[in-house]
């Protein structure tokens, strides 16, 4: 009696068991987008660009106490960042030290992660503009970094990524702020499964053909900076910058090659 009052409650044990064990949680779309500060309405973050006062109208103005990372790290810039007004443009900024012992040319990586949760109409990402200064605080040179959309497995590598590369001995100094033209401008962006948010169904408003979207670039944001690294170089080797071209069709090119091949073989 005893052995089929066990045989029946092994059962009963097991299946609750079952009922409290917590299956490990499948990653949703949503969840592969970077986690970047709330949602400000683009406009009202231009206004608080705007009513800030500026600290610095020179290079020479910034303080470059901070080392540029051996990888690149997490910078949010907005509300209680330094406000820069210089070339036209006013911005918020980060300034840098460039290490003394790289030697050139070596590369820096830069990604933007896209305000908000999710890819909606009020999206918008910081875009960098990056200046190389010499001893002298003296510009080396400047550029507006060009971004491309890259969506990895998880939020590291995830997000609208760029480069540049330091060639000048000279250059000591980095600043990294958004000029006026980098400001006005938007990011293409490819519509992908990891992309949009399971809980919407808004997307942008402007988009173009084939699926794909610009995001407006905006004065505020999350910025990763720092010497380049593997990761961040994958990256970028397989981020999309813009819509592929339209060929012919595999059969057409097929055909076409297979022409080439026959008159030149006689």
């Not at 995001?215 to 010497?227: A, D, F, N, R, Y």
Request: proline share 7%.
């Amino acid at each position: 009696m005893r052995f089929r009052l066990l045989l029946t409650l092994i059962p009963l044990v097991l299946l609750a068991a079952c009922h409290s064990v917590k299956l490990p949680k499948i990653p949703t779309p949503v969840d592969l987008l970077p986690q970047s500060q709330p949602i400000r309405p683009l406009a009202d973050a231009k206004k608080a660009l705007i009513d800030a006062t500026p600290c610095c109208t020179t290079f020479a103005d910034f303080s470059y106490d901070t080392r540029l990372p051996w990888r690149p790290q997490r910078f949010e810039l907005g509300p209680g960042s330094p406000v820069v007004a210089i070339n036209g443009s006013r911005s918020y900024f980060l300034s840098f030290l460039l290490p003394v012992d790289a030697k050139v040319p070596y590369e820096i990586g830069v990604k933007s992660e896209l305000v908000g949760h999710s890819l909606t109409s009020s999206s918008y990402l910081f875009a960098p503009t990056i200046v190389q200064l010499d001893d002298a605080f003296q510009p080396i040179n400047s550029e507006d970094v060009k971004l491309c959309e890259y969506m990895g497995w998880s939020n590291s590598d995830s997000g609208a990524f760029g480069s540049i590369k330091i060639i000048d001995k000279r250059a000591r100094y980095l600043v990294v702020y958004s000029s006026a033209k980098q400001q006005s401008d938007d990011t293409y962006w490819e519509q992908s499964g990891s992309t949009f948010s399971t809980a919407s169904t808004t997307t942008p408003t402007t988009t173009t053909t084939g699926g794909s979207y610009k995001i407006h670039h905006g004065p505020e944001g999350v910025v990763w900076v720092g010497m380049m690294d593997r990761s961040y170089s994958e990256a970028v080797n397989k981020a999309v910058c813009a819509k592929a071209p339209q060929g012919n069709g595999v059969l057409n090119t097929l055909r076409q090659d297979v022409t080439k091949l026959t008159w030149s073989g006689t």
